[in-house]
């Protein structure tokens, strides 16, 4: 175990992932893994500032589960890394990162459904996503 892999972990990025978002080779990310070298402090400071983002965003989505007194949340999840950039992540794995903070800390029950399948759905996607801040 290595700071790298517990921060991998914390973000929901696979190893995959987590070399395209870092732009470093999937053996680099292997090795970081691995405990084989040493992830550079600039690695470790990108997935610190993408758990940041996901803190925040999900504290976003719990201020306006309470606003709108919801008993039940039904969150829109992306098809793909295509879709997950167009909402601002890097992936779908990060996006899973804050969704995951989003259910956990609701404490209500939750329904994952597939973004825009429902008009209710895409009505609050494009509703929530408006009042997002991403950097």
């Known amino acids: 175990m ?19 978002f870092l732009g ?16 550079p402090d600039g690695v470790l400071d990108e997935l610190r500032d993408l758990i940041d983002r996901q ?23 992306p098809a793909g890394d295509d879709e997950a950039r167009a909402l601002g992540w890097p992936c779908v794995g990060a996006w899973k990162g804050m969704a995951a903070r989003v259910v956990a800390e609701s404490g209500l029950p939750t329904d994952l459904v597939p973004r825009g399948s429902t008009v209710a759905t895409a009505a609050a996607a494009r509703q929530f996503e408006g009042r997002l801040k991403h950097p």
Request: aromatic share 6%; no cysteine.
């Open 2 to 20: 290595t700071p790298f892999t517990l921060l991998l972990q914390l973000s929901g990025l696979s190893q995959r992932e987590a070399a395209d």
């Open 24 to 39: 470093a080779s999937p053996s680099s990310v292997d090795k970081w893994a691995r405990g084989a070298r040493t992830a």
């Open 55 to 77: 803190v925040e965003a999900a504290g976003q989505a719990l201020d306006l589960i309470e606003e709108k007194k919801m008993d039940r949340v039904e969150i829109g999840f």
